[in-house]
């Protein structure tokens, strides 16, 4: 068995509450310049059910991660800043769908964006790679995904500890690929 992938500890992640919390995190990430991203959705069980996400979009670095709930409607400006902004590439997996509901929910086009599952397919793999499959095949360790977070109910006023650990290391880990692959591609 693979080891394990250590992600940020948790207090390591930040779940923006406040204009101030969004501001620091604007000012933390415009800086670094690259960050990884993902989102998070509550998910729909029923064939006729609609997704009304993504309810919480994630933003690491290499020290810590920002979770924006999208149920505090205070914060939102700044989270559309960050996804409109051509000076912050935010890389992550299999953003399409992503990029889709963003423009639906936040009326705003995602910029800079770099969708590391497309790197691969430019590497020669036939396969999708999501994170996990990247972390093994780049670090040669195990990234675990809890089936129970990834279903779990993204909009809740309140995240459980698994899930802003399973969603601020879904970004992190998404950046660490980027980082050892050491992409100079540009957004796409």
Not at 12 to 27: G, H, K, L, Q, S
Not at 115 to 130: E, I, K, M, N
Not at 169 to 186: F, I, P, T
Request: hydrophobic share 45%; net charge positive; charged share 25%.
């Amino acid at each position: 068995m693979l080891p394990l992938f250590e992600g940020l500890p948790l207090a390591a992640i930040t779940v923006v509450r406040t204009p101030d919390d969004a501001a620091r995190a604007r000012e933390a990430l415009l800086a670094a310049g690259v960050c990884g991203f993902d989102t998070e959705s509550k998910p729909t069980f029923r064939k006729d059910e609609v997704n009304t996400g993504p309810h919480l979009l994630q933003f690491a670095t290499r020290e810590q991660a920002w979770l924006f709930q999208l149920l505090r409607a205070d914060c939102l400006p700044v989270a559309a800043e960050l996804l409109a902004s051509m000076d912050l590439v935010k890389v992550g997996f299999g953003l399409d769908t992503d990029r889709t509901l963003i423009r639906n929910r936040l009326a705003v086009e995602p910029a800079a964006v770099i969708d590391l599952d497309h790197a691969f397919r430019r590497r020669g793999h036939r396969q999708s790679v999501g994170v996990k499959s990247a972390v093994a095949l780049v670090f040669g360790q195990r990234f675990v995904k809890s089936r129970k977070a990834t279903t779990s109910n993204w909009a809740a006023a309140r995240l459980t500890e698994a899930q802003l650990r399973y969603a601020a290391n879904d970004a992190y880990a998404a950046l660490r690929v980027y980082e050892a692959l050491g992409m100079a591609a540009g957004p796409r």
